[in-house]
């Protein structure tokens, strides 16, 4: 039951400070908060990286723009990569496409 009340602690945390982030840049504001609950929720350094990764694709993929435009076509991509290379490999289908979608979105925006 601890465990429960500090990783919620955490949670609503990170969401606060997120908000204000997001105010600066959507895309580092959705990586720290990523990398916040991943950091709280997992149990390594790859969880929190994970986080990170995914976070800072779904603020990407939330701007506006062509810059927006571009994150979103990234992450349609990544996900389906990142989807059939976890299968392949024997993981969860669901992680990879989340992980692929994250690193497909920053790509796009940064092509952009």
């Given at each position: 039951?601890?465990?429960?009340?500090?990783?919620?602690?955490?949670?609503?945390?990170?969401?606060?400070?997120?908000?204000?982030?997001?105010?600066?840049?959507?895309?580092?504001?959705?990586?720290?908060?990523?990398?916040?609950?991943?950091?709280?929720?997992?149990?390594?350094?790859?969880?929190?990286?994970?986080?990170?990764?995914?976070?800072?694709?779904?603020?990407?993929?939330?701007?506006?723009?062509?810059?927006?435009?571009?994150?979103?076509?990234?992450?349609?991509?990544?996900?389906?990569?990142?989807?059939?290379?976890?299968?392949?490999?024997?993981k969860s289908v669901m992680k990879g496409a989340a992980v692929g979608a994250g690193s497909g979105a920053l790509?796009?925006?940064?092509?952009?």
């Amino acid at each position: 039951m601890k465990k429960v009340k500090y990783i919620s602690s955490l949670i609503l945390i990170s969401v606060m400070f997120s908000g204000n982030l997001y105010a600066i840049d959507k895309t580092s504001g959705g990586a720290l908060a990523g990398a916040a609950i991943g950091a709280a929720t997992g149990k390594s350094v790859r969880s929190t990286a994970g986080g990170a990764v995914v976070g800072g694709g779904t603020g990407a993929m939330l701007k506006h723009g062509e810059t927006g435009k571009a994150a979103r076509t990234g992450g349609a991509v990544g996900a389906a990569v990142g989807g059939v290379a976890a299968a392949a490999t024997g993981k969860s289908v669901m992680k990879g496409a989340a992980v692929g979608a994250g690193s497909g979105a920053l790509v796009g925006e940064a092509t952009e």
